[in-house]
């Protein structure tokens, strides 16, 4: 079965540093990844997706995030943080016709 | 003009009530799930319908009914509520390509149920 794994639950970064958040994919099958992004009392929004291809995908926002199969990453990266990035990130693997969420990593942005 | 609406937006309640979620998409979507999040923010599916009919119960309590009246609409309604049915209820849709795993879901914005 697809599961992914988020490292750290809590990430703190200045303004204007770089942002990265962890996330492992296990997948018996070529895996599809995403990045999703929640806000404080709001659903959930797509920042990116990895399906075929090219394997750094650029999202929304100035979030990016790398393919590694041989480390069986997906890690996002912002180079610059800002105040508005503070949020819940969860990575997302899918299973068939579902998708399998991390357990969510919450980034606090400090100006 | 909100893609995938929820209501009620929260929902406090007694153990032992039933109560009723509802969602609709009008993005044109064929698929729809529910999925539920506890207070440590971990996100699991409950369960999903592709065309009105149901292809995904994930282990859920049969207290928990959803009903698909049609492609737009999906509604949760649970019976006999518990302490641990306390949690946010997202609800999300999808164009199904069917076996793909491609799909991009677009969630709602959650319904907060509270129960006492």
């Known amino acids: 079965a697809q599961s992914v794994t988020q490292l750290g639950s809590h990430v703190s970064v200045s303004e204007g540093a770089l942002v990265l958040l962890r996330c492992n994919y296990s997948?018996?099958?070529?895996?599809?990844l995403f990045w999703y992004v929640q806000y404080p009392n709001q659903g959930l929004q797509l920042l990116l997706k990895y399906t075929t291809g090219a394997t750094l995908v650029k999202g929304i926002n100035g979030f990016e995030a790398e393919f590694k199969k041989s480390e069986t990453s997906f890690h996002l990266t912002k180079p610059s943080a800002h105040m508005s990035d503070a949020a819940e990130y969860f990575c997302a693997v899918s299973d068939t016709d579902k998708l399998i969420f991390g357990t969510g990593t919450r980034l606090q942005v400090f100006p | 003009d909100t893609a995938v609406s929820q209501t009620p937006k929260y929902l406090v309640t007694q153990m032992g009530n039933d109560k009723s979620i509802k969602c609709e998409q009008n993005l044109g979507h064929d698929t729809m799930y529910w999925y539920k999040q506890d207070s440590k923010k971990f996100l699991k599916i409950m369960f999903s319908y592709n065309n009105k009919e149901l292809i995904i119960n994930e282990t859920v309590p049969n207290r928990f009914s959803p009903k698909s009246p049609d492609k737009a609409h999906l509604n949760l309604h649970i019976n006999s509520l518990e302490l641990g049915d306390s949690a946010v209820y997202f609800c999300a849709s999808s164009h199904s390509q069917w076996g793909s795993g491609a799909n991009v879901l677009t969630f709602g914005a959650g319904s907060r149920l509270t129960v006492l």
């Open positions: 997948s018996s099958v070529p895996p599809y």
